[in-house]
């Protein structure tokens, strides 16, 4: 291939790596979003990747690789681990590229092989899978993400199968210009929709608002004439809100509580989802600085499809979060649509 054209590409894709690093790196520091630090550690590993390619070291060129997968794999499980989609202890996989990488330069630094696909070939390959299913696993942030994760997704995917033919093509003369210049604009388009999708507002999530809110952490039992009030109060500050009644302030996170299947919905029963999401926001709130807000205006609603006892659990430990984060739980609620007894435990529990 033309050396011109070979670093003209190369400085391409490192310009459009170096950028995405120093994007994602801004996001995270701004706005404390952990998926995209991992995301840009990614595109720091692909920028020496580029680096360690331009110096022919095998073995920093096979480790650079491997962090690039690596990272970025990390970043999309926590990034499900935060849409409640995928547990926590699926991060350990990430580190598989990295290991497979480390032992293929020991077979090479040691003699036990000097072969490039066992140094280079192997270790590249499994990193490729790697980015693919990074793409994959993307896909599955559709409905909260939509059209961003899905274009992010696909590229990611595509990117991740073209690098997987490079052991196999590398020495196929035709195919050298063609690959290395669709390699290249994979690389500028994941870089580009992968910035798109870290700034966006779902991504971002919410910023200190800029009104002081001055509610004592614990939990507010309110009546729904006093809720058109407290919306008015609250339509500048990011509420966690899980309800029915859709008309809500713009700047609130909402979720629909349906069995139905729409965008941003969450089944009644899904109780445990609810949980984990409130108790991510409120330790976010709070490590921004400001007093975090969840509300519900159903909790007749869940009663009718958990039960009592199973409410009262769920409400108990909304409550503890918002105490040890400094946030506040508020409860919309007609004491005449419930038993004396219930209202009174309930109130005992959670007030």
Known sequence: MDSALLLLGQSLSLSAKVLAFGMLAYVYLKYQRVPALYWSLSWLSASLSILSDMLGN??????AEA?????????VIELLKENCILAEEFKIVSIAPVIISIYTIFLGNFGYSSDWFVILGLPYAFSSLFIFFSG???LYTRKTYNSNALYLGII????GIHKLDYPLLRHTGWFSPIG????AVLTVLSACL???FAFTEKFIKFEKPSVELHFKPGVMIITSQEYLRVKETLKDVPVLAFVRNLEVPETWKMFFITNTTEHDAISPTNLGKMA??????????HEKGFEGVVLIDCPEYLKTYNGFDALVKFLASLKDFAIFYGGVLILVMEKNAWEEKELRLLESSIV
């Not at 095998?58 to 480790?63: E, I, M, Q, R």
């Not at 962090?67 to 970043?75: I, N």
């Not at 290395?180 to 390699?183: S, Y």
């Open 58 to 63: 095998l073995y920093l060129l096979s480790l």
């Open 67 to 75: 962090f690039w997968a690596a990272f970025l794999f990390y970043g």
């Open 136 to 138: 994959i696993l993307l």
């Open 156 to 159: 990611l995917s595509i990117h």
């Open 180 to 183: 290395f210049t669709l390699g």
């Open 194 to 196: 992968m910035v798109k």
């Open 276 to 285: 984990e999401m409130a108790s991510s926001y409120f330790k976010e709130a």
